[in-house]
């Protein structure tokens, strides 16, 4: 029985099983054989040569993806936001290969991908789909194109192609320590008390792995299949921007039902609707800000700002300009929303806000 026929056993099993408290350790062990087979199934795709998939440089500020069926308006949406041209056609799979461009936006250059389109069953193989979703597991966020005429049926079977790829959108990562150890047997503690999970199911399932010594905490109420996620070790958590395309094609009820569901925004590439929002949106989910430098006498530079992560302090614009910086670094003045009064006197540990102004003063 080849891996792929296991995990459909798994799947009917875990279908059929009944969900209360006395199969909820049956369970627990079932995800958890289901999650080894799907490791092994990915572990091929880690092995293989160079220059099969469809990776590019990584460049700019940030990387954004593009993920759909085909005929959902990827093409298009990257030819109106960068002025890179995708070959735009109105049959499926028009692109084949990884397309990129550039979208300048407050100063920052973000890398948009725009990917062949996947199909269902791509987490298997099919239609080259695990290349495909391999490079969207390096991206910053995640735009998942839909065709809005179809309503919501893409989006479920698009994320669970992505879950079973190991790619966990809009979740954080689970606050759960695990660590392996040589001997001393399976030392288990949590700091809230557990309603999803408890100390009997994380052994059977640490079993399950052939792990019998381990050092786990839990420090949140996490479910099974987090500390699966955990143990698994592989699992990347992206944003995720739900991109409803074709607005034009239905009524104006469903466009308003479907803008208002987390995480989505609807556009009509076709008609140039919302880009500009959704732009304003993808800049939001990055994280990024722009801090602007000072020399001493000068006006600040408005020009060429240092684009950086949110949350970013005053050691990182030292790091961005000259490593060396910091070993000269007296003190600092900030000109923005994150001081108290401009200027203001500040250390290495200052968090900046978008559109701050620096002047760092040197010993």
């Avoid at 759909?68 to 049959?91: D, I, N």
């Avoid at 389109?117 to 979703?133: M, N, T």
């Avoid at 391999?134 to 879950?163: C, F, H, N, P, Y």
């Avoid at 466009?255 to 989505?264: A, G, I, M």
Wanted: overall charge positive; charged content about 25%.
């Amino acid at each position: 029985m080849g891996i792929l026929e296991k995990i459909a056993e798994v799947e009917r099993e875990i279908a059929r099983t009944q969900k209360n408290k006395a199969t909820e350790y049956h369970l627990g062990l079932l995800k958890a054989k289901l999650a080894r087979y799907r490791q092994q199934l990915l572990d091929p795709v880690a092995k293989q040569s160079k220059g099969e998939g469809f990776d590019v440089m990584k460049s700019g500020d940030a990387r954004v993806a593009l993920v759909g069926f085909p005929s959902v308006g990827k093409s298009t949406f990257l030819g109106r936001v960068t002025k890179t041209k995708s070959e735009v056609a109105s049959y499926e799979f028009t692109t084949l290969t990884c397309i990129p461009g550039v979208l300048e936006y407050k100063g920052a250059n973000v890398q948009i991908l725009d990917l062949p389109g996947i199909i269902e069953g791509a987490s298997q193989g099919k239609g080259r789909g695990r290349q495909v979703i391999a490079v969207a597991r390096t991206a910053d966020v995640i735009i998942m194109m839909l065709d809005a005429v179809k309503g919501d049926v893409q989006r479920e079977l698009l994320e669970k192609e992505l879950d079973t790829m190991g790619i966990r959108l809009n979740k954080n990562k689970p606050n759960i320590y695990f660590k392996q150890k040589k001997g001393g047997g399976v030392s288990f503690t949590s700091t809230v008390t557990l309603t999803k999970c408890s100390e009997k199911l994380v052994q059977l399932i640490l079993h399950e792995y052939k792990i019998f010594n381990a050092e786990v905490l839990f420090r949140d109420d996490c479910t099974t299949d987090e500390f699966i996620d955990v143990l698994c070790g592989n699992r990347i958590y992206l944003k995720c921007l739900y991109c409803y395309n074709k607005i034009d094609q239905i009524a104006i009820e469903e466009v308003d039902r479907l803008s208002h569901q987390p995480h989505s925004v609807v556009i009509s590439c076709e008609m140039n609707l919302n880009l500009d929002y959704l732009v304003e949106i993808l800049w939001y989910y990055l994280g990024l800000v722009t801090v602007y430098t000072k020399k001493r006498g000068c006006r600040p530079d408005f020009v060429d700002g240092i684009i950086l992560r949110r949350g970013c302090t005053v050691e990182h614009v030292c790091h961005s300009i000259h490593r060396s910086i910091i070993d000269v670094f007296k003190y600092a003045l900030v000109w923005g929303t994150s001081t108290k009064y401009s200027p203001q006197r500040v250390g290495l540990t200052h968090c900046l806000n978008h559109d701050d102004v620096i002047q760092i003063i040197k010993k």
